[in-house]
């Protein structure tokens, strides 16, 4: 970490601060023996934040049979939590502001801030997860160390924004090359300075790598992370792609069905529709969730009819063989048998097919010092990060041993296979990787991949598997975080 810089934000006069009110719910609720009424009269005398406060209480986002007339009836009928979340809602807001005057956007830092927020509530909802109101809180507070940034470095921090195309995906990295700093570190050290409990400061901290956050706040903390791709689906151009991410994370994480993610997904866009007006925010245009999810399954439904051969391949690899990894969800050994044959098969005259091969650098010693637990984590972020960039161009992605993944892509040829694959590796490097018990530090990762590819007239499928083997030792060879191509028949 670059402490200078942390110096400067931490240091800026500027910096948002809770309001005094805000700072005494904290203290009281921090008690579990906190008396409702005295609990009533410190938000009571914040008139404006109690009127706010029970404006939302009545309305339908909470579903209350009969309205609240004051904070005190507010406490009883909804219990401390939902008060208490208002409450600090409401003056985070008040103190960071939502005009976009001084070339910040704001409508898109609380529009994340809100649509990650209620997705992250209506997920803990669907699990039945009993931290719903922090989960968000959590959501609400997740990027309040990119406001804090701002406030301290100004041009220098929107020129890092600028660098990531509006993408929020790619921060973390542009933060770290420039500053040797993330928005999320810098953001927990500002809700320690608030005096935050631990089980909102943790969702702030690790609200980018949930994967790497303690087991204590496991559940949690993957609550905002996916309340983070429901804001992703609600307001990408395409959802397709974080459609595809949100059911493999909630499907793996929660064992939600997809009608139930689908109806949390619903659920959140009317919830933010709301909100966003009791909260007085500007967050665009309000998402049509039914439209919304029509348009992902058109899409879908539009991918699998061109490639009808090869979809009706991958359905019967799976019900045939019954082969899936379970940490991952991805065919297993005999389903990457199956698949290569199976798409060998199908190749037409003037078609190819790729294979690829992806091994994980230095990885039987990364476990050793991060943990199993750590390392099975970030297995699974790799299969969904393998999914995210192959499962576009109709690859079967799989897990055939536990330290090896393999990509068949039918009818691809070895540029396009090269092509993802390099852009893979990229992922990988500048992702972080799993987070180490011993130091608290995220171990830095990198994977060797091998790319073979073939027609049906030049080569059988044991001697693609072959020369994509060939191609992975050739990477790992050169010292690994590299992608090999193999030429059936030729050198590497």
């Not at 699990?127 to 719903?132: F, G, L, N, P, S």
């Not at 303690?214 to 609600?234: K, S």
């Not at 476990?367 to 990060?385: R, S, T």
Request: hydrophobic share 45%; charged share 20%.
């Amino acid at each position: 970490m670059n402490n200078e810089t942390i110096d400067k934000v931490l240091k800026c006069p500027t910096l948002p601060s809770l309001p005094a009110v805000a700072l005494k719910v904290i203290d009281l609720t921090s008690n579990p023996a906190v008396k409702m009424d005295e609990l009533a009269r410190t938000i009571q005398n914040d008139q404006g934040l109690a009127a706010k406060i029970l404006r939302t209480v009545n309305s339908s986002f909470y579903g209350l049979r009969k309205p609240c007339s004051t904070i005190h009836a507010a406490i009883v009928m909804l219990g401390l939590g939902p008060v208490k979340t208002l409450a600090l809602g409401f003056s985070l807001v008040s103190a960071i502001g939502s005009k976009s005057s001084d070339g910040f956007d704001y409508a898109a830092y609380w529009r994340r801030g809100l649509y990650t927020a209620v997705g992250a509530k209506c997920i803990a909802e669907a699990a039945q997860i009993k931290q719903m109101d922090e989960a968000f809180l959590g959501g609400l507070l997740q990027d309040v160390g990119v406001m804090a940034m701002y406030r301290a470095l100004g041009d220098e921090y929107l020129s890092i924004m600028s660098e990531t195309g509006g993408d929020h995906r790619r921060l973390v990295q542009a933060e770290l090359s420039a500053l040797e700093i993330q928005h999320a570190d810098i953001g927990a050290m500002l809700a320690e300075r608030w005096k935050l409990p631990r089980e909102l400061v943790l969702p702030v901290k690790y609200h980018e790598r949930p994967t790497a956050a303690p087991m204590e706040c496991a559940e949690l903390i993957r609550c905002v992370g996916v309340g983070n791709i429901i804001h992703d689906v609600l307001t990408d151009a395409d959802p397709t792609p974080s459609m595809r991410k949100l059911y493999d994370k909630a499907s793996y994480w929660f064992n939600l069905t997809p009608g139930e993610i689908d109806a949390a997904v619903k659920r959140a866009a009317a919830g933010v529709k709301e909100l966003a007006s009791l909260f007085a925010l500007d967050t665009g245009a309000s998402a049509d969730a039914e439209t919304i999810l029509a348009k992902a399954s058109e899409q879908s439904a539009t991918v699998a009819a061109e490639a009808a051969g090869v979809e009706r391949g991958i359905e019967a690899i799976v019900v045939t063989t019954g082969d899936t990894d379970p940490m991952t969800g991805l065919l297993g050994r005999v389903g990457f048998e199956r698949g290569v044959k199976d798409s060998y098969q199908q190749l037409q005259d003037d078609a190819g097919m790729a294979l690829v091969y992806v091994v994980l650098d230095r990885w039987r010693a990364v476990q050793h010092k991060c943990g199993i637990e750590a390392c099975d984590d970030y297995i699974a972020d790799v299969a969904v990060m393998l999914r995210r960039h192959f499962a576009p161009v109709k690859a079967m992605v799989c897990r055939p041993s536990t330290d090896v993944f393999a990509v068949v892509m039918p009818r691809a040829s070895s540029e396009l296979a090269i092509a993802i694959a390099e852009r893979f590796r990229e992922d990988i490097a500048s992702s972080a990787g799993p987070k180490c018990a011993a130091d608290g530090q995220f171990e830095s990762m990198s994977a060797s991949i091998g790319v073979a590819a073939t027609n049906r007239d030049s080569s059988t499928p044991e001697q693609l598997v072959k020369a994509a083997v060939s191609a992975l030792q050739g990477a790992r060879a050169t010292g690994g975080n590299s992608v090999r191509a193999q030429a059936l028949g030729l050198a590497a």
